[in-house]
């Protein structure tokens, strides 16, 4: 939130398109959609040691995660308290490494780049602090520049000060500075990803935020004055952090008894081992959000495979063929290989 608050702060434009599109999200009556949409992802690995350039197996991980929290398909949803388990939702929305890349080429949907940055420095008392990430993480220099936001979500990961485990840009925003940032330590769930975010699920809370939901307390710290404009997310104080377990429900604040505070849902700040769920409501944010300032996302051709182009026919004289095809000792070959099996 300090990055929205900051863009919200300094830029006029991205204050009237957060206005516009939080009215929209409000008012929109969106018919239930029942098919799956999925976002192609570039993620640009930021890296100063050969540790940072973390494996593809690592990213992999994180893309897995994605899947498997946003489709609901997460063994731990069974730890949801049983009141909180009918609001638990499918968000029929699933995310894939590019295999296009923006100029059309085949792609891993993955950039590598060293940086001469051992740790791109975060000041939580610093008004400018997102903005100094995104001016080093996200243009050239030290970092990598975005790939078009209208067809990609663009991952960012890399080593960040002052224990900030992540930031994204909510909807509205500049497009060069559009994407989720997040800590290689808390990055998929192997490699140099380390407890209690080892779970993927940073990305899942700040791709959240991306698709425009916001925390589920409202950031209002502790006042019970605020909401994060979903129904079915009950009203609590303030965030909930490493302290609060599953065991802790019901975790009571804001007169929200007696099941209390929804601390479980992907939008706090539990350990990744505590989070489980979106809920209906969310969901409604989200299909708002891909149906209006993301709707792009749903006509790129980043998921679309590249042909493999043909080759011009080579003309090769008949005996000239003949004198290398077969001319090794013993008995002539009577099969030949076309270039995918022997005929």
């Keep these: 939130m300090p990055h929205h608050y900051f863009l ?72 949801i308290p049983v009141p ?3 609001f638990a939702t499918d968000t029929l929305i699933e995310f894939g490494l590019a295999v296009r890349d923006p100029e059309g080429n085949a792609t891993t949907g ?32 030290f970092g990598k520049a975005a790939w078009p936001r209208d067809s990609y979500l663009n991952l960012w990961t890399c080593s960040l000060g002052a224990g900030l485990l992540g930031y994204a840009q909510f909807p509205g925003g500049a497009f060069a500075t559009d994407g989720v940032v997040i800590l290689n330590k808390a990055f998929g ?89 979106f809920t209906a409501g969310q969901l409604k944010r989200m299909n708002a959000t891909l149906a209006g300032p993301r709707a792009s996302l749903s006509q790129s051709m980043g998921l679309t495979p590249v042909d493999t182009p043909a080759l011009a026919a080579i003309a090769l004289a008949a005996p000239f063929a003949r004198s290398i095809l077969g001319d090794e000792r013993g008995e002539h070959p009577i099969r030949e290989f076309d270039g995918i099996g022997w005929v």
């Design 8 to 79: 919200a702060e300094t830029d006029p434009v991205y204050r009237d398109n957060r206005r516009i599109i939080e009215a929209t999200t409000r008012t929109a009556r969106l018919a239930t959609r029942t098919s799956v949409i999925r976002i192609p992802v570039v993620v640009h690995v930021l890296f100063h040691t050969d540790e940072e350039n973390i494996e593809m197996s690592q990213i992999e991980s994180q893309i897995a995660a994605l899947n498997r929290d946003f489709r609901m398909q997460n063994l731990d949803r069974d730890q």
């Design 189 to 277: 769930s192997s490699g140099t990803a380390a407890p209690p975010y080892n779970l993927g699920r940073t990305a899942v809370h700040e791709v959240g935020h991306w698709l425009n939901l916001l925390h589920i307390w409202g950031d209002d710290e502790d006042r019970c004055s605020t909401s994060d404009n979903v129904d079915d997310t009950p009203n609590q104080a303030g965030s909930n952090g490493s302290d609060v377990r599953i065991s802790s429900f019901p975790h009571v604040t804001c007169n929200n008894g007696p099941n209390g505070d929804m601390f479980m849902n992907y939008m706090d700040y539990v350990d990744d081992d505590t989070m489980f769920m």
């Design 84 to 86: 909180f388990r009918v």
């Design 110 to 141: 993955v950039t590598r780049t060293r940086t001469s940055k051992a740790v791109f420095p975060y000041d939580p008392s610093d008004l400018l602090a997102t903005k100094k990430l995104d001016d080093m993480i996200k243009f050239g220099g």
